[in-house]
């Protein structure tokens, strides 16, 4: 990789995002080139502040997952498994300075909690997208493993996300800017599904399927609960709700990944949310 760094140590791009056959991550802003220092308010972290390529640079999957124990868990976790030389106690939460997000390294991964819903992800999206644009990170798989509740699936099921798909169960995120709706695709890396699947079959008594997975922008009303503070639909109502989101191939429903399958996408990461259901 040295040898084709240029002097300024910024790596040469035959395009916006790739060289010699590597994908580095992106961002699509104008803006952030002209401007003396970046700071990712929410991570406590700068360009000015950290030299992000020398923390940063050699990372190759993120884990990203809603709670921060649970996201310590896995680092330490990661820690046993990978076998590193250092103390598992001196995993240390990067992001200590902010309590909005924790995040861990563990040699080539990262672990970032994002809190609960599409704006706390995409907020925590925004600035990681940033860090591993500024420390020219590539090559960059990004794994959600979240909870989610399932329909007509085993309990303790995971689901391998295929399609992230909205409300209406269409494949699509619509991005607020300004005043207009932009629609975004939520595709995700379909090899990286098979490729998921074929490990979870290797582990005994690992329950594990590719479906569609539901993003909703609220647990209650928008899941067909009748325990919140406001419900105006009918028992059958939700019932029915719920058939249709099967025979739609949805088999569980979660609160970010719309967003986190649009954002990823453009800018040159390898997605997949992966969920108990
Ligand atoms: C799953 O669990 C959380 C709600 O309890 C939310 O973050 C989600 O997607």
Do not use: W
Request: charged letters at 25%.
């Amino acid at each position: 990789m040295a040898s084709i760094l240029p002097a300024s140590n910024k790596p040469m791009r035959s395009d916006q995002n790739t060289y010699v056959g590597k994908c580095f991550v992106h961002v699509k802003n104008p803006y952030l080139d002209s401007m003396d220092e970046d700071i990712l308010y929410h991570l406590d972290l700068g360009t000015k502040t950290h030299n992000l390529p020398a923390m940063f640079g050699d990372v190759k999957f993120v884990c990203v997952g809603g709670s921060p124990n649970r996201m310590k868990a896995f680092a330490l976790f990661m820690h046993k498994e990978l076998r590193l030389q250092d103390r598992g106690e001196d995993v240390k939460d990067i992001c200590a300075g902010t309590d909005r997000y924790c995040m861990y390294k563990i040699g080539p991964v990262l672990s970032i909690s994002h809190g609960m819903g599409i704006p706390s992800i995409s907020i925590m999206l925004h600035e990681l997208i940033k860090l591993l644009h500024h420390a020219q990170c590539c090559d960059v798989t990004i794994i959600r493993m979240g909870t989610s509740g399932g329909i007509g699936v085993a309990p303790g099921s995971v689901v391998i996300t295929d399609t992230a798909v909205d409300s209406f169960f269409k494949p699509r995120f619509e991005q607020v800017i300004l005043d207009n709706i932009v629609t975004r695709s939520t595709e995700l890396d379909k090899e990286l599904a098979e490729e998921l699947f074929n490990c979870s079959r290797e582990i005994p008594n690992f329950p594990t399927l590719i479906g569609h997975t539901m993003c909703t922008y609220d647990f209650y009303e928008g899941q067909g609960r009748l325990d919140g503070a406001l419900c105006s639909f009918s028992r059958e109502k939700k019932v029915d709700y719920l058939k249709r989101a099967y025979i739609a191939g949805v088999r569980n429903i979660e609160m970010e990944s719309t967003v986190f399958a649009a954002m990823c996408r453009l800018c040159g990461l390898k997605g997949k949310p992966f969920m108990n259901a």
